[in-house]
């Protein structure tokens, strides 16, 4: 069972940038596609970054860029960076992962396995 733990959620103005890290209890950085999402309180979880086994990377379009996906290996994390953030970045961010089985890593909820218990993130305008 791998366990997911969130962290680096913060209240921040607008225009300012959070890094927030995804722990695991196993070696999730080969053999895993790990991806970020987001959630606000009566919709449905939002896509944001994925990572894959090889480093690919893929992202939303709707993030225009902002936001950076990576891999910490002295800490066994994986990370988001994101910048220039706005009140419409306001949700609790979840890290997700599920083993790395070829074809590729997507920005499908219902596709991951394992999911932490989020990290919540405000902006002030």
């Not at 606000?40 to 936001?67: C, D, M, Q, W």
């Not at 990576?70 to 949700?91: C, E, F, H, W």
């Not at 890593?105 to 596709?111: A, E, G, R």
Request: aromatic letters at 10%.
């Amino acid at each position: 069972q791998v366990q997911l733990e969130e962290s680096g959620g913060d209240s921040v103005q607008a225009g300012g940038s959070l890094r927030l890290s995804c722990a695991a209890s196993v070696f999730i950085l080969s053999g895993y596609c790990v991806a970020w999402f987001r959630q606000v309180p009566g919709k449905g979880r939002e896509g944001l970054a994925t990572i894959e086994s090889n480093h690919l990377t893929r992202y939303a379009v709707s993030l225009e860029g902002r936001f950076t996906i990576s891999k910490d290996y002295a800490r066994n994390t994986v990370d988001l960076q994101m910048n220039n953030l706005q009140p419409g970045d306001i949700a609790k961010y979840y890290c997700a992962a599920r083993i790395d089985r070829g074809g590729g890593c997507w920005l499908l909820d219902h596709q991951y396995t394992y999911w932490g218990q989020g990290t919540q993130v405000t902006v002030s305008s």
